[in-house]
């Protein structure tokens, strides 16, 4: 009897770690395209400094937000959204709207494929 208490207690604590790791995922990546769509704003308005200061500040959110999401995530997929982010400030800092538009498209797709690939469907779970 008592294994089976231990067993439910071991399961209802993995089902609610998980539900909470799912979570702070989306939150992150909810964060994440916030901050590209308000950086795409910008560079298409032309206003590099804000471009630039929010490109920052998406990379200071990233750097300290994907370490938590190494052990549910690829880390190539992060890896590339990390190289992503980095260009991206350089190509604000140095006003290219060329380069700066596709790489924020780039960010955003990887970023809703890691959102996609951790929702709670049957597909995932099978």
């Known amino acids: 009897m008592t294994r089976t208490k231990i067993s439910l207690a071991i399961f209802v604590f993995l089902v609610v770690y998980i539900l909470f790791s799912i979570n702070k995922i989306y939150t992150i990546t909810t964060e994440t395209n916030i ?6 704003d910008f560079v298409i308005s032309s206003n590099w400094e804000e471009a630039h200061t929010e ?19 690829n880390t190539n997929e992060l890896d590339l959204i990390s190289c992503e982010i980095v260009k991206l400030t350089d190509y604000t800092q140095y006003k290219n709207k060329s380069e700066a538009i596709p790489c924020i498209s780039v960010i955003k797709y990887l970023i809703n494929e890691i959102n996609a690939l951790e929702k709670i469907t049957w597909h995932n779970i099978l």
Do not use: G
Not at 55 to 73: C, G, I, P
């Open 35 to 40: 901050l590209c769509d308000e950086i795409h």
């Open 55 to 73: 490109s920052e500040r998406l990379l200071k959110l990233w750097n300290k937000n994907s370490k938590a999401m190494f052990v549910y995530v």
